[in-house]
């Protein structure tokens, strides 16, 4: 069985084609569009014209990859952006008429689901106690694993486009924004933090923008030109970059081998979130992976083929 999966997130639409063969699989093609769901309107709950824009043409140009595919099984999600929009019901509309897919708005707490399952289908399990850690856009999930059992996780609205329409940073950031920026999410993931703690969690595995993207920088290649099930990022390798970054000017970073694009102004506040879990918990290790709720649903579906309905 083919299969498409789209997750259609704050920052991009990210879409996986593989080929379901029992008990494996074989990925196809993976691509993702930016949409920036999560521009100026994300901080009054709001998808704006323009981004509704962006995601169609995103999702329209998915459709022409998908056509070339004999695809049996079409699964479209969308997340924090979209979950939290007071005008989700005519977006969702609109893109229903014109793809005929059917998308599955999840909450924050399937979200983390999926990606615990995604992260756990590259791994295999957790030879320790592990904190996942998924930034967003619109939402932040953090995952604590050890085996194949999933500890605790939460899903909170605070993921980066929504930090940089919060707070007006400056380029670059200025020490007392740093502290600002600390205190917001401690407030907010206090919870997250005791568990590490509880848990004794040493190892952080990232996976999505922000970890792809330090990975990339630390490689030295472009973005989406290394395919990464799992690497480890050497702690002395993270925490020059951090200081890379969060000394950076945007048009510093604008020319650094490895920097997404979608992630110039995204990347800061990550680092600042990032450096704050490793400090405030201990965590000693970082493997960065590829993985996160795409191929979570791609787990889904190894386990259960009809998992989703066909659309």
Request: proline share 3%; hydrophobic share 40%.
């Amino acid at each position: 069985m083919k299969v498409a999966v789209i997750d259609l997130g704050t920052n991009t639409c990210n879409l996986l084609i593989a080929e379901v063969i029992k008990p494996g699989y074989r990925i196809l093609h993976q691509s993702k569009q930016l949409v920036r769901l999560g521009d100026n309107k994300i901080k009054n709950n709001l998808l704006s014209k323009e981004a509704i824009s962006r995601a169609n043409n995103a999702l329209a140009g998915q459709k022409k990859i998908i056509d070339t595919f004999q695809i049996q099984k079409v699964c479209v999600f969308a997340t924090s952006a979209i979950r939290d929009a007071g005008n989700k019901i005519d977006f969702l509309e609109k893109v229903s008429h014109n793809s005929g897919w059917i998308v599955k708005v999840i909450s924050g707490e399937k979200e983390a689901d999926l990606i615990f399952k995604g992260v756990l289908l590259a791994l295999e399990e957790f030879e320790n106690p592990s904190v996942i850690l998924d930034i967003g856009g619109g939402s932040n999930e953090l995952i604590l694993a050890h085996k194949k059992e999933m500890l605790w996780k939460e899903s909170q609205p605070t993921g980066m486009a929504r930090v940089i329409t919060q707070f007006a940073l400056s380029n670059p950031l200025k020490p007392e924004e740093m502290v600002i920026l600390h205190n917001f999410f401690i407030a907010r993931h206090s919870a997250a933090f005791e568990q590490c703690t509880h848990y004794k969690a040493k190892t952080l595995v990232g996976c999505s923008g922000a970890f792809d993207t330090i990975a990339d920088i630390i490689d030295h290649v472009n973005p989406g030109e290394k395919v990464r099930k799992k690497q480890e990022i050497q702690m002395a390798d993270f925490w020059e970059v951090y200081k890379t970054l969060t000394e950076s000017t945007k048009e510093q970073r604008l020319n650094m081998k490895g920097m997404d694009m979608v992630r110039v102004d995204l990347i800061v506040p990550a680092m600042v979130f990032i450096g704050q879990l490793i400090k405030e918990t201990g965590i000693s290790r970082i493997i960065q992976t590829d993985y996160a709720l795409r191929e979570g649903v791609l787990y889904e579906l190894l386990k259960n083929p009809g998992y989703v309905s066909l659309s």
